[in-house]
């Protein structure tokens, strides 16, 4: 199989995966379904059947705009469809590397429209360091989830450990554009 | 080399800014979590990144070739930092075709072990072909940023039209003094009988005709005909070229004037070169084994060049055109200023032979009832040119491109023969 049809379906495939697991969450006594009532397990469903079509469309095209509005959706779908408490919640932070490996397996469909003969060390490469990535995130995602046990959600310190960590963000951010800027 | 980002770096940032934005608003703090990994991925590309430092070169297994054969590129790219993705890409220049393959190719570049792409190219049409520098695209470990740029390259291939083998070609009406291949009409040393005559005084005893000479009972001696070279000028129009499908009356008419170059130089004749167009070219006549490599050389740098300058032949060199030679030329009858310079060589009594490389098989007929007429009107303008060479006695015949130049060349001679002897 192609290369980049194989990518493409393991993306649909995962944002398929993920859209139902939102949607069977839901299901659960979910804030949503609690205010819409006995059918509220539709909202995370639609917004994964939109966010599907969009990966679809995204990776048929293909462009890369519409990945960014899948991926967003799923985010959403699965964020309406969180129950308050419960095992669901905890797997957030495996929710989030599955959101980034499907976005990453859609952007490396895309970068195949470019590709020529590449040896199979190059392909190999991608893969190991996708899956180091996805790795990497879900276990730097999992230090706030844990955290979140922990202490309340509400709280003039959390919001101080917020702006602190959003303040924090930006400077890495901005030390690493300006390194990016000098470097190349 | 010039660094792009991707799309997709874009994406990452407003999908991690679009979590932590909604856990502020929103007070969702697993809207965080969920965008926390495309933010670790930003970041991680954006401390991960550093531009190659490349340099690269690229062998050709050689830089003169016929035409359809097929040249061997290597490019060797050695770089200082680990390229994960290095795309090469051959732009494939219009007279050369990929054999085979893709024509980008991807590699693996690790620090101090340089990477080689080969590609095969084969040749189409002649001509003078500069290869375009291969392209280099480097990608980073995460598929962020590119690193786009050229690799240097200065090669030039020089692809010669392939010489079709003629058996026979036109004889020149007129010889010169150097020996050759070419049978002359006087008499001479030779081995070619012309006839008997008297013995004179000084003629050399070992050609007396003794049969003859004891039944006549004089003697009598034979004569030869001295085999001689002749000049040969080759006049390629380079007014006009029809082209269809990648191919044109031009390209032939060069392969053709090459095949007639070596046959003529093989039999020991000088040969000279005249490209009349937008640009006159000329070679002088000369014989021996380098004026062919001068005479694809020059015919391989045949170019149609537009002008509208009305120049005629007398611009051409009088060295060029030496008394007595014989004109060969190669044109498609389309543009008027080589039918006139070519009727003017005949009045100047040049022994002329006009090929006519046609135009039709390249010139499709339109739909249209106006175009057809048109079409009509086209060849019987051609056929009265062809009628103005007949009457002043030009051997002019018409060559499909594509089938043995050596059926028109044999019907040219013929016809030269028949309107030497009319003419005589």
Known sequence: MAPRLTTALLAIFGAVAFGLLSTVAATDHTSVAAAAGRSGWMIPGLLSLVALACLVLALTLPTPQPIVLAVALLGAAWLVGLPSAGAWRSLTALAGGWLLAVAELSFWSLDFRIAGADQRMVHVRRAATIATLVAASVALSLVPELDLAATPTTGLVLTALGLLGAVALVAVAAALAWRLRSAV | ?424
């Open chain 2, 1 to 424: 080399m010039t660094l792009t980002t991707t799309p997709k770096l874009g994406a990452y940032a407003a999908l991690g800014a679009a979590g932590l934005l909604v856990a502020l608003v929103c007070g969702y703090p697993e809207a965080a979590v969920l965008g926390l990994p495309f933010i670790v991925a930003v970041l991680a590309a954006l401390a991960l990144v550093e531009r190659p430092q490349m340099h690269g070169w690229i062998e050709v297994d050689r830089e003169r070739l016929l035409e359809g054969e097929a040249v061997h590129l290597t490019v060797t790219v050695d770089s200082t930092t680990d390229v994960p993705w290095l795309q090469i890409a051959w732009p494939v220049p219009q007279s050369l075709v990929a054999m085979g393959g893709s024509d980008v190719l991807g590699v693996r570049l690790v620090t101090g072990i340089p990477a080689t792409a080969e590609t095969i190219l084969t040749t189409t049409r002649w001509g003078v072909v500069p290869l375009p520098s291969p392209l280099l695209r480097a990608h980073d470990a995460l598929g962020f940023f590119r690193f786009e740029g050229t690799l240097d390259c200065r090669k030039t291939l020089r692809i010669y039209p392939r010489p079709e083998t003629l058996r026979r070609a036109l004889s020149a009406a007129e010889t010169q003094m150097f020996s050759g291949n070419e049978l002359s009409k006087g008499r001479g040393d030779g081995i070619e009988f012309a006839d008997v005559r008297p013995y004179e005084g000084g003629d050399r005893p070992r050609r007396i005709n003794w049969r003859l000479s004891t039944r006549l009972g004089r003697l009598h001696i034979n004569e030869m005909h001295p085999e001689r070279n002749a000049d040969v000028v080759i006049f390629l129009d380079l007014h006009s070229d029809v082209r269809s499908g990648g191919q044109g009356t031009l390209d032939y008419a060069v392969r053709a004037a090459a095949s007639l170059a070596e046959h003529y130089l093989a039999r020991r004749d000088r040969v000279g070169v005249i490209g009349f167009g937008g640009v006159l070219r000329w070679l002088r006549p000369s014989m021996g084994s380098r004026q062919i490599y001068r005479i694809v050389d020059a015919l391989i740098d045949s170019e149609v060049v537009l002008s509208h300058v009305w120049r005629g032949i007398e611009i051409v060199p009088p060295h060029t055109l030496p008394p007595k030679s014989l004109i060969v030329a190669l044109t498609t009858l389309i543009d008027e200023r080589a039918v006139d310079a070519l009727l003017n060589l005949r009045a100047r009594h040049f022994d002329l032979a006009v090929v006519e490389v046609m135009a039709e098989p390249f010139a499709q007929p339109g739909l249209h009832d106006a175009a057809r007429l048109a079409g009509r009107l086209w060849h019987l303008d051609r056929a009265g040119t062809r009628l103005r060479y007949r009457r002043l006695g030009v051997p002019i015949v018409q060559w499909r491109p594509g089938e043995p130049l050596q059926g028109p060349l044999a019907e040219a001679q013929q016809l030269g023969r028949r309107n030497r002897w009319l003419h005589a």
